[in-house]
């Protein structure tokens, strides 16, 4: 199993990316699919989810709420996260992880994990 994760950088504050995470090694379909996120000397923390069914619901930290959004496609065994008016505190190590028929904000309800791809927001 294999989640592969990209799409960090450098940004600035108000700006924008996009990060997806590609999954193999697993039957996508039937995963939730999480994002997380760990800023330098901190725990690591519940960012996004959404649901293995099709009705794609989703759930999301109040902190990001309104400006990231998590979508996925099962055709290509990815999941996205659009972060939208970033700021200075999103600066974080991102992680993808899946979750087998779950929906769930705990990190220990997951099953797969991702290596995770920087983010950092520039003031």
């Known amino acids: 199993v294999q989640l592969q994760a990209s799409g960090g950088g450098l940004v600035q504050v108000g700006g924008s990316l996009r990060l997806s995470c590609s999954a193999s090694?697993?039957?996508?379909?039937?995963?939730?699919m999480g994002w997380f996120r760990q800023a330098p000397g901190k725990e690591r923390e519940f960012v996004a989810v959404?649901?293995?069914?099709?009705?794609?619901?989703?759930t999301y930290a109040d902190s990001v709420k309104g400006r990231f959004t998590i979508s996925r496609d099962n055709a290509k065994n990815t999941v996205y996260l659009q972060m939208t008016n970033l700021k200075p505190e999103d600066t974080a190590v991102y992680y993808c992880?899946?979750?087998?028929?779950?929906?769930?904000?705990?990190?220990?309800?997951?099953?797969?994990w991702g290596q995770g791809t920087l983010v950092t927001v520039s003031s």
């Open positions: 992880a899946a979750d087998h028929y779950g929906y769930s904000r705990y990190e220990s309800d997951y099953d797969y």
């Open positions: 090694g697993i039957t996508f379909s039937r995963y939730a």
């Open positions: 959404i649901i293995w069914s099709t009705s794609r619901t989703t």
